[in-house]
């Protein structure tokens, strides 16, 4: 038998995987790794891991005997059923008090089943979010840990050490709560990247359409904005896309298919906040606009028969439609990032987690694809208000849209009369409007359903909570219907 010296075992060798483990060597950890591919264990001890002290294993069993106890076994595969075969493979090799941990992409609802069923046999499981991409695994990414919390003491030191860290030195990873609550904390970071993507991609339509920008005035506008307020990874890199040129020294983004694939993380978040009756809009427009673009060949037949507006690009000051447009996508933003702090507040009510809102701006400050210096502003507004119930409401934002809604209003109407389409924008606006107002029309609409189904209604003179059905044709009956609240 092999001398039990890891630290921990990780399997799955892929991309994320590899470079996680490199990671932990680099932080002076002995990983010893397995893949269910048995060649590529090799194959990255003769490589990648070429001189490390990190140890191959050819079964799983052979794995755990190289495992300090308790054995911390940290799974990089595929979400879904893989991640619940591999499990039934672990545990026969495993004893209480060892621990699993998911670092893939699992859906919440699976890990809270995962921490329950394991809890049950005496294993200790894990469920994070790792974000950041190749790059992140590699120096350091955002780890978003949940599950047991009795496994957390276990494996800080080291998800803490090879973590991205901010300014300060403070690793952009704690514990985010029970059970499946870092697995959701990783899902809403990724419903938000999607957000933050479809506002990007709406700018630089709206720039190239509405002005005739070329890629490199585009990628002068990008990196500008890049040194202000819009600071962050994704203005980076897509700053960086508009200066590749392709072998014929066009700019490559031009060649590249207007069609979006996604992995369903998005569609996870908007599906939630449906089953929350959370008015997360603007995720739910970015996941639409993409299934949008996936149906490339009806959008090709359709602009041969159905028209917009005849384009003037000329007609508009260049510098004051870009600032415009800048804030447009800041205000937007933040209307978005407000939808997915609500997401979580409403989900850690009905899951019964603790989360500690201004600790997730913190995680997701740095090593995440969503990382940006504006997340520094959401983690001073908890700082300042711990019970802040809207991020909208704190003095920062609040400022911000009101003295920026009139440009996004501009941008908006330039997008309208070009014929742009810009969901995301558009929606963000919508719902900063709705929720400031007093009054919406539901009074209508709560009369509507009173009549045709008996549904009744609240009334503004009387207490909340008291119901009301109107005989709204003197033909109806006395009887009103049930009702439910999403």
Same mark, same amino acid.
Request: charged residues 25%.
């Given at each position: 038998m092999q001398n039990a010296s890891c630290d921990i075992g990780l399997i799955g060798l892929a991309v994320m995987g590899q470079n996680l483990v490199l990671n932990m060597n680099d932080h002076g950890y002995r990983v010893a790794v397995f893949n269910r591919?048995?060649?590529?264990?090799?194959?990255?001890? =003769?490589?990648?891991? /070429? @001189? &490390?002290?990190?140890?191959?294993?050819h079964s799983i069993q052979e794995l755990i005997q190289l495992l300090k106890r308790p054995r911390r076994v940290m799974l990089m595969v595929k979400a879904g059923e893989t991640v619940d075969q591999m499990i039934e493979q672990v545990v026969p090799h495993l004893e209480k008090g060892d621990i699993i941990i998911d670092g893939g992409n699992s859906h919440f609802p699976d890990t809270n089943r995962r921490t329950k069923d394991l809890n049950e046999k005496g294993i200790l499981f894990i469920g994070t979010g790792v974000s950041g991409g190749e790059e992140g695994a590699r120096f350091g990414p955002s780890i978003m840990p949940g599950g047991n919390v009795e496994a957390w003491p276990h494996v800080k030191d080291i998800f803490q050490s090879i973590a991205a860290k901010v300014e300060d030195g403070t690793p952009?990873? =704690? *514990?985010?709560?029970?059970?499946?609550?870092?697995?959701?904390?990783?899902?809403?970071?990724?419903?938000?990247?999607?957000?933050?993507?479809?506002?990007?991609?709406?700018?630089?339509?709206l720039l190239k359409d509405g002005l005739g920008l070329s890629a490199d005035e585009l990628h002068e506008v990008f990196d500008n904005w890049n040194k202000g307020e819009l600071d962050s990874f994704l203005i980076e890199?897509?700053?960086?896309?508009?200066?590749?040129k392709d072998d014929d020294g066009q700019p490559l983004i031009d060649k590249i298919l207007d069609t979006a694939g996604q992995k369903g993380? @998005?569609? *996870? &978040?908007? &599906?939630?906040?449906? $089953?929350?009756?959370? +008015?997360?809009?603007?995720?739910?427009?970015?996941?639409?606009?993409?299934?949008?673009?996936?149906?490339? $060949?009806?959008?090709?037949?359709?602009?041969?028969?159905?028209?917009? +507006?005849?384009? !003037?690009?000329?007609?508009? =000051?260049?510098?004051?439609?870009?600032? $415009?447009?800048?804030?447009?996508?800041?205000?937007? /933003?933040?209307?978005?990032?407000a939808q997915g702090y609500m997401l979580l507040r409403e989900a850690a009510k009905e899951q019964g987690w603790n989360l500690n809102m201004g600790g997730i701006a913190?995680? *997701?400050?740095?090593?995440?694809?969503? !990382?940006?210096?504006?997340?520094? /502003?959401?983690k001073e507004a908890y700082d300042k208000n711990p019970k802040l119930t809207n991020l909208l409401l704190d003095d920062f934002f609040s400022k911000t849209l009101n003295d920026y809604q009139a440009a996004w209003r501009k941008a908006v109407i330039h997008a309208i009369g070009f014929g742009v389409p810009t969901p995301a924008f558009s929606t963000a606006l919508a719902f900063f409007d709705g929720y400031r107002t007093e009054r919406l029309p539901a009074n209508l609409l709560q009369a509507q359903r009173d009549f045709f189904g008996a549904h009744?209604?609240?009334?503004? =003179?009387? +207490? !909340?909570?008291?119901?009301?059905?109107?005989? *709204?044709?003197?033909?109806?009956? !006395?009887?009103?219907? @049930?009702?439910?609240?999403?």
């Open positions: 591919t048995v060649s590529k264990v090799d194959e990255f001890l =003769d490589h990648e891991a /070429k @001189g &490390t002290q990190v140890v191959g294993a952009c990873c =704690d *514990w985010v709560g029970e059970a499946g609550a870092g697995h959701y904390v990783k899902m809403v970071h990724n419903g938000i990247e999607y957000g933050d993507m479809q506002l990007i991609c709406e700018a630089y339509q890199i897509t700053a960086e896309i508009f200066t590749k993380t @998005g569609k *996870w &978040t908007a &599906t939630s906040a449906l $089953d929350l009756g959370m +008015p997360v809009t603007l995720i739910g427009e970015a996941v639409f606009a993409r299934c949008l673009s996936a149906i490339k $060949d009806e959008r090709v037949a359709a602009a041969k028969i159905l028209h917009g +507006p005849a384009h !003037r690009q000329d007609s508009h =000051d260049k510098k004051a439609f870009i600032e $415009d447009v800048r804030r447009a996508l800041y205000c937007s /933003k933040i209307i978005s990032y913190l995680m *997701w400050r740095g090593g995440c694809i969503i !990382r940006s210096r504006f997340l520094g /502003k959401i009744t209604y609240e009334r503004v =003179d009387q +207490p !909340r909570g008291q119901f009301f059905h109107t005989n *709204w044709t003197g033909r109806g009956g !006395r009887v009103a219907s @049930g009702s439910y609240n999403a």
